[in-house]
């Protein structure tokens, strides 16, 4: 991934500067010992709000996943990482293993700035499987000081049977292997895919920019090593740069078996990630190989795209697991609060919860659920079934330790005549809609749903809701929100409503929500993976086991808790922390 923007609120954007990298160990203190500044709040840097089961380093920034594999009996996450500090800069490859995408063991980093062509940085990119098994990385690279001048690195395993992969290497007689040529922005030419094969050609795409007309380059080789850039693009739209592009095909509607790249897929899936807006999108279509080219099946898909979360996620990948037969996604989720906070932490970043992704019964969506290898963290459950809510009620679920803890809840709505009016003026707009109907505007149909961190006298909460209403021919239009904007009595942090619309047939009267929630992260997943939202949440008072979890209801309907359970989740090894 490019430049990196560190977006606080949309009225502050903070400009790093790119410093050089080189591999590093340094020695740390503890989160403990670490003293906070006098204007920093006590609880922002509170070990209590490091999280407990969501991917992260020891100490230091993170930010995109890079290169996911699966590689002799190990997956591999490789990650933008700087070992010098709380703040982006100084960005290594660090490399972390695991048997299970949850549990990891930190290795050193794999790729660093070593030759010219990345002298000045390593940024994102990904890994590609050869039809001989060997892996092989393509990378972006930085070889100037004096701008961001961007071309496309190749490294290979030095020993391709260690199954840890822990060294790598960038043979000078191809790199750089693609250049800023022919138009091109320098600076604006990054984040290069996994690879796919067809038609005795390996492709690969480039995200790019053209005045304001976002694009992936197509790139084909023969032999993985010489690369020559297509005439078009595999598709473009007038969305500003597409940064971490990513591109897949998908097995038919409802089929929960992912299809590695290379493999002909019934749907594709066109993912990128919006530098204008910080926000990851995709669109569903179909792909013409013998002219390289991407259709979406929505025409209007481009400007109205779905997201794979409407939270704070990120410079996502996603790669094929051939030992669970799945395609995995990953995500970066960065801080909500600031930069002296991070500095004064010693940690800046987290991923998402890996998560299974496949194709809707309707194809035109993807649905998402967190990896089955999470419920190993479930300890000491509690449950509840059939409780009514009445309108304006609320209670709490008691027995567990809830800061770090994974809820599913199935909710049934008595009835749906009151939903309120649907004003189409929000309708590609779900988090202005939940800033101005949030968790405490009551509705008819709603809100409804979690309090989560929650403090025992609700001065603190974040809200997981739905709200339905109704559209102009009648139907129900379903609204999920993360309302955080009191999750906090500190005033400074920045408390983002998060939304989406669930597609979703709810004449049933049934929902269902799933949360993890996880000190200072809250990551959930609406109608069985149509709808997910993670958010970064600092509680002042709601921490550890001060932390509460309720069931509310805002509307004017009753809603029923047909059933209910809590689990805490264990910490699992995390990269030695």
Same mark, same amino acid.
């Given at each position: 991934?490019?430049?990196?923007?560190?977006?606080?609120?949309?009225?502050?954007?903070?400009?790093?500067?790119?410093?050089?990298?080189? /591999?590093?160990? !340094?020695?740390?203190?503890?989160?403990?010992?670490? @003293?906070?500044? =006098?204007?920093?709040?006590? +609880? %922002?840097? #509170?070990?209590?709000?490091?999280?407990?089961?969501?991917?992260?380093?020891?100490?230091?920034?993170?930010?995109?996943?890079?290169?996911?594999?699966?590689?002799?009996?190990?997956?591999?996450?490789?990650?933008?990482?700087?070992?010098?500090?709380?703040?982006?800069?100084?960005?290594?490859? /660090?490399?972390? !293993?695991?048997?299970?995408?949850?549990?990891?063991? @930190?290795?050193? =980093?794999?790729?660093?700035? +070593? %030759?010219? #062509?990345?002298?000045?940085?390593?940024?994102?990119?990904?890994?590609?499987?050869?039809?001989?098994?060997?892996?092989?990385?393509?990378?972006?690279?930085?070889?100037?000081?004096?701008?961001?001048?961007?071309?496309?690195?190749?490294?290979?395993?030095?020993?391709?049977?260690?199954?840890?992969?822990?060294?790598?290497?960038?043979?000078?007689?191809?790199?750089?292997?693609?250049? =800023?040529?022919?138009?091109?922005?320098?600076?604006?030419?990054?984040?290069?895919?996994?690879?796919?094969?067809?038609?005795?050609?390996?492709?690969?795409?480039?995200?790019?920019?053209?005045?304001?007309?976002?694009?992936?380059?197509?790139?084909?080789?023969?032999?993985?090593?010489?690369?020559?850039?297509?005439?078009?693009?595999?598709?473009?739209?007038?969305?500003?740069?597409?940064?971490?592009?990513?591109?897949?095909?998908?097995?038919?509607?409802?089929?929960?078996?992912?299809?590695?790249?290379?493999?002909?897929?019934?749907?594709?899936?066109?993912?990128?990630?919006?530098?204008?807006?910080?926000?990851?999108?995709?669109?569903?279509?179909?792909?013409?190989?013998?002219?390289?080219?991407?259709?979406?099946?929505?025409?209007?898909?481009?400007?109205?795209?779905?997201?794979?979360?409407?939270?704070?996620?990120?410079?996502?990948?996603?790669?094929?697991?051939?030992?669970?037969?799945?395609?995995?996604?990953?995500?970066?989720?960065?801080?909500?609060?600031?930069?002296?906070?991070?500095?004064?932490?010693?940690?800046?970043?987290?991923?998402?919860?890996?998560?299974?992704?496949?194709?809707?019964?309707?194809?035109?969506?993807?649905?998402?659920?967190?990896?089955?290898?999470?419920?190993?963290?479930?300890?000491?459950?509690?449950?509840?079934?059939?409780?009514?809510?009445?309108?304006?009620?609320?209670?709490?679920?008691?027995?567990?330790?809830?800061?770090?803890?994974?809820?599913?809840?199935?909710?049934?709505?008595?009835?749906?005549?009151?939903?309120?009016?649907?004003?189409?003026?929000?309708?590609?707009?779900?988090?202005?809609?939940?800033?101005?109907?949030?968790?405490?505007?009551?509705?008819?149909?709603?809100?409804?749903?979690?309090?989560?961190?929650?403090?025992?006298?609700?001065?603190?909460?974040?809200?997981?809701?739905?709200?339905?209403?109704?559209?102009?021919?009648?139907?129900?239009?379903?609204?999920?929100?993360?309302?955080?904007?009191?999750?906090?009595?500190?005033?400074?942090?920045?408390?983002?409503?998060?939304?989406?619309?669930?597609?979703?047939?709810?004449?049933?009267?049934?929902?269902?929500?799933?949360?993890?929630?996880?000190?200072?992260?809250?990551?959930?997943?609406?109608?069985?993976?149509?709808?997910?939202?993670?958010?970064?949440?600092?509680?002042?008072?709601?921490?550890?086991?001060?932390?509460?979890?309720?069931?509310?209801?805002?509307?004017?309907?009753?809603?029923?808790?047909?059933?209910?359970?809590?689990?805490?989740?264990?910490?699992?090894?995390?990269?030695?922390?």
């Amino acid at each position: 991934m490019g430049t990196r923007q560190r977006v606080l609120a949309p009225w502050a954007v903070l400009l790093l500067a790119l410093q050089v990298a080189g /591999a590093s160990h !340094v020695i740390h203190r503890s989160l403990e010992a670490e @003293a906070a500044p =006098p204007s920093v709040p006590a +609880s %922002i840097v #509170s070990p209590l709000l490091r999280t407990g089961y969501h991917f992260q380093p020891p100490m230091n920034w993170i930010n995109d996943p890079n290169a996911p594999m699966y590689y002799k009996g190990w997956y591999h996450l490789f990650y933008q990482y700087n070992p010098k500090g709380a703040v982006w800069g100084n960005i290594v490859w /660090a490399h972390s !293993v695991s048997r299970d995408l949850i549990n990891w063991i @930190a290795l050193d =980093p794999a790729i660093y700035p +070593s %030759i010219p #062509s990345d002298q000045y940085g390593c940024w994102s990119g990904s890994a590609t499987m050869l039809k001989d098994g060997t892996p092989a990385i393509l990378y972006t690279g930085i070889n100037r000081p004096d701008i961001n001048y961007q071309v496309q690195v190749l490294a290979f395993p030095k020993n391709a049977s260690d199954p840890l992969l822990r060294e790598w290497e960038k043979p000078a007689a191809y790199n750089p292997v693609a250049t =800023p040529v022919g138009g091109i922005n320098a600076t604006q030419f990054r984040d290069p895919t996994t690879a796919w094969y067809a038609d005795g050609h390996w492709r690969m795409l480039v995200g790019s920019v053209r005045d304001t007309r976002g694009m992936a380059l197509v790139y084909r080789s023969r032999d993985f090593r010489t690369w020559r850039k297509a005439k078009h693009p595999l598709h473009s739209a007038l969305t500003g740069m597409w940064e971490c592009p990513d591109f897949f095909p998908v097995s038919g509607p409802a089929l929960e078996d992912g299809l590695d790249t290379s493999d002909a897929g019934a749907k594709y899936v066109l993912k990128s990630s919006l530098d204008l807006t910080r926000y990851d999108y995709y669109t569903i279509g179909s792909y013409d190989k013998r002219k390289d080219r991407y259709y979406p099946d929505n025409p209007n898909g481009d400007y109205h795209r779905l997201r794979y979360d409407y939270g704070n996620f990120y410079a996502s990948k996603t790669f094929y697991d051939p030992a669970k037969r799945r395609r995995v996604l990953l995500g970066w989720a960065n801080e909500s609060d600031s930069v002296p906070d991070d500095k004064a932490k010693g940690w800046a970043g987290i991923h998402a919860i890996p998560r299974k992704i496949w194709l809707d019964p309707s194809g035109k969506q993807l649905l998402q659920w967190p990896i089955e290898e999470v419920e190993k963290l479930r300890g000491k459950p509690v449950s509840v079934g059939s409780k009514l809510v009445k309108p304006g009620e609320h209670f709490e679920v008691t027995g567990v330790a809830t800061y770090q803890a994974d809820v599913e809840v199935t909710f049934e709505i008595s009835s749906l005549e009151k939903a309120e009016a649907f004003d189409p003026a929000y309708d590609n707009d779900a988090q202005k809609l939940c800033g101005v109907k949030g968790a405490d505007v009551k509705g008819g149909v709603g809100p409804f749903g979690l309090w989560v961190l929650a403090s025992a006298d609700l001065q603190e909460k974040t809200a997981v809701l739905f709200r339905v209403f109704k559209d102009g021919y009648g139907k129900p239009k379903v609204l999920m929100c993360t309302d955080p904007t009191k999750s906090s009595l500190s005033p400074d942090l920045y408390k983002p409503t998060f939304a989406g619309f669930v597609d979703t047939d709810i004449s049933s009267g049934k929902i269902a929500l799933r949360s993890l929630i996880d000190r200072s992260v809250v990551e959930s997943f609406g109608a069985g993976g149509k709808t997910c939202i993670l958010s970064r949440v600092y509680p002042s008072i709601a921490i550890g086991k001060d932390a509460h979890l309720y069931v509310f209801n805002n509307g004017e309907v009753d809603v029923k808790v047909s059933s209910l359970t809590a689990w805490e989740m264990k910490k699992p090894l995390m990269n030695g922390a």
